[in-house]
């Protein structure tokens, strides 16, 4: 249970870079409202949880247990509701570096969500330095949590359920990212169609053999399953009103964790690009091309790819004469990340290559 100082410390020293802390610009903190806040544990600090899973029927299943530290979040969080009164916990996971909130404020209040944030932080704080006086006679003058937090806004009816499972389910992607690393890298994803259908293939979809069109990715496969993918696509036919929403709503995918999914081929969309690699956003790329053996993307891309920010979706075959970027095929790659960004988790198979 004791920290680690010296990573505490270099942690603690070391520059904020995470632009998706901010607060939403155009929203009221005080209003009567559902948030999924995340924080993160400070370098150094003691896991908060531990992880176990395996495979049982072809199905991975993955379960976190609380440390002594991570049941005294738990009190934390329910301490936190008790003193603002106006607030409830509609759910909660306590990851081993994370923690996720679903919190609800129910009218109209006079004081800001980051109060309620700093209480909780707070109230962690005191726990833990009571258990380390207690246990170790030791006097820690720090915090558990890294600093700031992210918050996500429910702006969309039905999104409480999405978040629901998508926080429940944190365990289970946990355990595929640490025990099947190259799972994230190269693989074939396969999607249900009707008949028919470029690439069509039989693949099991809930005990049935159904017809799947397929397509290759590279990166981190798991960004498929984020609840929140919002679609980035720009047209000189959009109104002034249209686009300053879009634009507002690609910002906040960036700033809350959202994904952006598109081919980004107009100059608009690829700002946005830029916008969410520079901001710590995360993107699922539409491409018109295939991956060819031991294909590398460039530079630019490499470090979201190793922070599990950045997803390449392109046709299931590589072709290696130059591809000219029509109209129809824009509109085909338009369509497609249409059809990425509505997809649920359970809704495509993805296999290793």
Not at 25 to 49: N, Q, V
Not at 120 to 139: H, N, S, T, W
Not at 330 to 353: D, P
């Amino acid at each position: 249970m004791l920290p680690d100082m010296a990573a505490y410390m270099a942690g603690v020293t070391k520059p904020i870079t995470n632009k998706c802390l901010r607060r939403a610009e155009w929203h009221d903190y005080r209003s009567k409202c559902i948030y999924m806040l995340t924080l993160m544990k400070a370098e150094g600090i003691p896991p908060f949880s531990t992880l176990s899973g395996g495979v049982e029927d072809g199905k991975v299943k993955a379960i976190v247990r609380n440390t002594r530290l991570g049941h005294h979040i738990g009190r934390a969080m329910r301490s936190m509701t008790s003193h603002y009164v106006e607030t409830r916990l509609l759910q909660y996971v306590i990851m081993p570096d994370h923690v996720h909130m679903l919190v609800e404020v129910m009218k109209q209040v006079e004081y800001h969500l980051s109060q309620v944030v700093k209480f909780f932080k707070a109230e962690c704080v005191g726990r833990y330095r009571e258990i380390l006086q207690m246990d170790y006679d030791f006097k820690f003058e720090g915090t558990v949590f890294a600093k700031g937090y992210n918050d996500r806004i429910l702006m969309r009816q039905g999104q409480l359920q999405v978040l629901f499972d998508y926080m429940r389910d944190n365990p289970r992607r946990l355990y595929l990212r640490r025990s099947f690393p190259q799972y994230f890298c190269n693989g074939l994803l396969c999607i249900p169609i009707g008949s028919g259908g470029s690439g069509a293939d039989k693949v099991s979809f809930d005990g049935e053999k159904t017809e799947s069109e397929r397509f290759s990715v590279y990166g981190n496969m798991l960004l498929l399953e984020n609840p929140y993918k919002v679609v980035v696509r720009f047209s000189r036919k959009f109104s002034e009103e249209k686009l300053a929403v879009d634009k507002q709503s690609w910002k906040e995918a960036i700033r809350s964790g959202g994904v952006l999914v598109s081919p980004f081929i107009h100059p608009v969309e690829k700002e946005f690009l830029h916008m969410a690699l520079d901001d710590g956003g995360k993107v699922i790329i539409i491409c018109e091309n295939g991956f060819p053996q031991r294909w590398k993307p460039s530079r630019g891309y490499i470090q979201a790819l190793t922070e599990g920010r950045l997803l390449f979706v392109g046709p299931e075959d590589y072709t290696a004469a130059k591809i000219e970027l029509t109209r129809q095929l824009s509109m085909a790659m338009n369509a497609r990340a249409e059809q990425i960004a509505a997809m649920s988790a359970g809704s495509y198979r993805l296999r290793r290559k």
